[in-house]
């Protein structure tokens, strides 16, 4: 038997995409295009947290690959909203600086008053191999009962208004993420190439690759659920759960 069979206590696991745009102030007029975005990383996060865990992991991209200290905070003031969103709610408006990542992230799990520690990691976009499986060994340590937020877009090159610009490639990438993600799929997603998804501006794949080594460290069965696949603005916006099966 693995060692981490027994040490990796992931119980449930979510991936949502994070456009600034997800958050109406940020968004104004224009929150209603992604009412449907919205509503189902809402309808993740929830599933995320009826699994009953005793602690949340957020991930996501990052300057830098490791995890944070906390307290921490991210702001949505270059975005145009002088909006403080703290890793943990309650907690100060202080501490380590987030990347965009991870306080969309935390705004989601706010949005469900979630009362469990709430722990982050961020992942730089070159991490790979030995790099994201210690990450995923990792997440044991905090809890015995752990549920994973992944934070990350798709390709960034889903036509000519792409800030990618089009690239043919893009769209066969993200149907093969979002195949991956629907069938809990962690050899496909550990497959993911770093360099091809450098090339497509893809913002997920490193975390993607986390919840995968953690979710093939923990063992067992999973059940994947593709909740939503669109690229309203060129950048694929995927959403997922996955639960035990």
Request: net charge negative; proline share 9%; charged share 20%.
């Amino acid at each position: 038997m693995s060692r981490y069979r027994e040490r990796v206590p992931l119980v449930a696991a979510a991936v949502c995409p994070h456009p600034p745009l997800l958050v109406p102030e940020v968004a104004g007029a224009a929150a209603p295009e992604l009412d449907d975005l919205r509503a189902a990383c809402d309808a993740a996060v929830a599933r995320l947290l009826s699994a009953g865990p005793d602690t949340v992991v957020l991930v996501g991209d990052g300057p830098e690959t490791g995890w944070v200290p906390s307290p921490a905070t991210g702001s949505l003031q270059p975005w145009g909203v002088d909006l403080a969103v703290p890793l943990s709610p309650g907690q100060p408006d202080r501490g380590a600086v987030l990347p965009l990542s991870l306080p969309l992230g935390a705004w989601l799990l706010a949005r469900h008053e979630v009362r469990v520690p709430v722990a982050a990691v961020q992942v730089a976009a070159d991490t790979a191999g030995a790099g994201l499986r210690d990450l995923a060994a990792r997440v044991s340590e905090r809890g015995t009962r752990v549920a994973l937020l992944a934070m990350g877009d798709g390709t960034a090159c889903r036509g000519e208004k792409a800030p990618g610009y089009h690239d043919p490639r893009a769209q066969a990438y993200d149907e093969s993420v979002a195949a991956a993600l629907a069938g809990a799929d962690a050899d496909a997603l550990l497959d993911l190439d770093p360099a091809l998804s450098a090339e497509l501006r893809v913002a997920g794949r490193a975390t993607w690759q986390v919840l995968a080594a953690a979710a093939r460290a923990a063992g067992g069965d999973w059940r994947g659920d593709l909740l939503h696949h669109t690229a309203p603005y060129g950048v694929a916006y995927l959403v997922a759960t996955w639960t035990r099966g």
